[in-house]
């Protein structure tokens, strides 16, 4: 079975630019989520969808970055205009809704290692 | 903040038994416990969770105590590529409260 896809995997642009990264969630997956890890701050959770809909976008930095879910098949986590601070390694992650009951993994794609100069 | 501790590092033997600590002394009642591993330069890759018993899968067992203060992860036959990082976290559900990856453990496997 195809796992999460995640594409580009690599991206290397010069700040000021646009980056757009995307995201396929596993078939049947209805939560879908975004995380960075950097060396200093390790994991972190920028945003988390359920059924295409943004519940919690507290780990979302700042206004440059901005995700989207047009249908439960891609998602998109854009940064515009980008920094060099925003050099990261994006994952995400999907799984089966997320209720009232915490009891569905979260599977994750390989990542876009992101490189801003 | 993560509600977990984890060693920062462990080293097991190929072959011999890993046995991997997780301390959530404020664990809710409803909260699982995760744990995931995370290879060099690969997505978060999951393990195993449970609420209160003890689990087994292909993978590894958990085991967690009576109190849900802590749970042990255990890979009964480690081999070289177990090398990672594994990653202790609790999630209840609901929304993105708990979701939260620490530092982990670096287990490495040695020959």
């Known amino acids: 079975d195809a796992g999460v896809i995640q594409s580009p995997r690599h991206e290397v642009t010069e700040m000021g630019q646009e980056v757009t990264l995307r995201c396929k969630p596993i078939s049947g997956h209805n939560s879908l989520f975004w995380y960075r890890q950097t060396m200093m701050r390790g994991l972190e959770l920028l945003i988390y969808f359920n059924n295409n809909v943004p519940i919690d976008d507290s780990g979302m930095p700042e206004d440059r970055f901005s995700a989207k879910m047009p249908n439960a098949s891609f998602s998109t986590l854009k940064i515009q205009p980008s920094e060099p601070r925003d050099s990261a390694v994006y994952f995400c992650a999907s799984s089966l809704r997320q209720g009232a009951v915490g009891n569905q993994p979260q599977h994750f794609g390989d990542g876009t290692r992101l490189s801003i100069l | 903040d993560a509600k977990t501790t984890q060693p920062p590092s462990m080293d097991c033997a190929e072959g011999r038994a890993a046995n991997l600590p997780c301390n959530h002394s404020?664990?809710?009642?409803?909260?699982?416990v995760y744990w995931y591993r995370q290879i060099h330069s690969q997505g978060p890759q999951y393990i195993i969770h449970g609420l209160k018993n003890n689990e087994t899968n292909e993978m590894a067992s958990l085991i967690i105590t009576e109190d849900r203060k802590s749970s042990t992860l255990i890979l009964p036959h480690a081999t070289l590529r177990d090398t990672a990082v594994y990653y202790c976290m609790l999630y209840s559900g609901g929304g993105a409260d708990g979701l939260t990856f620490g530092k982990g453990t670096h287990l490495i496997i040695q020959p």
């Open positions: 404020t664990i809710s009642g409803n909260e699982y």
